[in-house]
């Protein structure tokens, strides 16, 4: 990606040597054990590995939840590794949107209200608030839904409640950890749209799961083994979901006229 003066502009991400260790009374975890990684701007990577190869704890400190034992994290070119708690927590309000496994909504509390939330704590006025979720939650494909309640919503609509939730500051990076791992495998195909979607406007996006076929709409492919990196290459047949989906559909409805000659 061109940067100013043709030059590469700097990466979104950079991780140098990072280690993490765990101390739990005299037991120490060696969760990474020097990882390095670049990430440029508008890149998707999936992150990919056995459970306990140290992706939820690489992704803890890409998001700013966590710092790294040793080692530095460059954020859009600003070293984060040594940042106070307060200082961190801000970075990270401005800078990472995050999708989880669990969605993590608020009940009781309407779509709009919940991709509301991020914007209450840093000093955005309400009308703007309500322009920014509106918005995303156009963007995301939820307009008929802006006052329905997680409960009133499917999984598939309520991770997509929560990709809204993750735009709306718009974020440097998305970093998304394991987001299908509740969502049946026809949904999970419309949530990888979803995520392509975002990353052809540009959005700078971090998978991570332990699922191939979910890692394959990814474009590039990171596999972490006992906190390491063990390979970091562009993705081999990469699946497209509007594609898939198209597809899906044709057969459905090949399926149904079938059905309707038949009786
Ligand atoms: P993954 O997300 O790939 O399953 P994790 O990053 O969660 O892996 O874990 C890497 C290693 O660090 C594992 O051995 C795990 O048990 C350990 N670990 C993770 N978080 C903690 C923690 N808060 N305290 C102690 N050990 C941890
Ligand atoms: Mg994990």
């Keep these: 990606m061109a940067g100013v003066n043709g030059r590469p502009a700097d990466p979104v991400i950079r991780v140098e040597d990072a280690t993490k260790v765990y101390r739990l009374g005299d037991f120490e975890v060696h969760a990474l054990r020097g990882v390095s990684l670049e990430v440029r701007g508008g890149e998707f990577l999936a992150v990919m590995g056995a459970s306990g190869s140290g992706k939820s704890t690489l992704m803890n400190i890409l998001g700013c939840l966590d710092r790294p034992t040793s080692g530095h994290y460059h954020l859009r070119s600003q070293d984060v590794s040594q940042l106070s708690r307060d200082a961190l927590a801000e970075v990270r309000n401005r800078e990472i949107g995050f999708v989880f496994q669990g969605f993590n909504l608020l009940p009781r509390t ?23 979720a509106l918005e995303a939650l156009d963007r995301v494909g939820l307009a008929d839904r802006y006052h329905h309640h997680p409960n009133q919503l499917s999984g598939g609509q309520q991770q997509r409640v929560a990709i809204a939730r993750a735009l709306v500051n718009r974020p440097a990076i998305i970093l998304a950890d394991e987001p299908t791992g509740n969502l049946d495998s026809r949904t999970s195909v419309e949530m990888m749209g979803v995520f392509q979607d975002l990353n052809r406007e540009g959005m700078t996006i971090v998978l991570i799961t332990h699922e191939p076929d979910i890692a394959a709409y990814a474009a590039r492919n990171v596999v972490f083994r006992d906190g390491r990196i063990i390979q970091d290459l562009p993705m081999a047949h990469r699946r497209i979901a509007t594609e898939e989906l198209r597809e899906m559909a044709k057969t459905a409805a090949a399926a149904e006229k079938d059905g309707a000659e038949q009786a």
Excluded: I, K
């Design 110 to 132: 309407s779509a709009l209200e919940n991709v509301e939330l991020p914007m209450l704590y840093n000093g955005t006025p309400p009308r703007e608030s309500r322009r920014r």
